[in-house]
């Protein structure tokens, strides 16, 4: 079960992590589009960081 919880801890870091990086693009008049752009280009960094081992 600690697994389970070490999992959900960390989504919910990376969760808070997202949110602080939309509001600071945000704030750097960043658009939907550049949002949605650099949330992918994160998105595969972090599946390419989590894969097979």
């Not at 079960?1 to 750097?28: F, G, W």
């Not at 550049?34 to 994160?42: F, K, R, V």
């Amino acid at each position: 079960m600690s697994d389970d919880n070490a999992k959900l801890d960390r989504a919910e870091a990376l969760a808070v992590i997202i949110a602080q990086a939309v509001r600071a693009m945000r704030d750097l008049g960043a658009d939907n589009q550049q949002i949605i752009t650099a949330l992918q280009i994160a998105v595969d960094e972090i599946a390419k960081s989590e894969g097979p081992k």
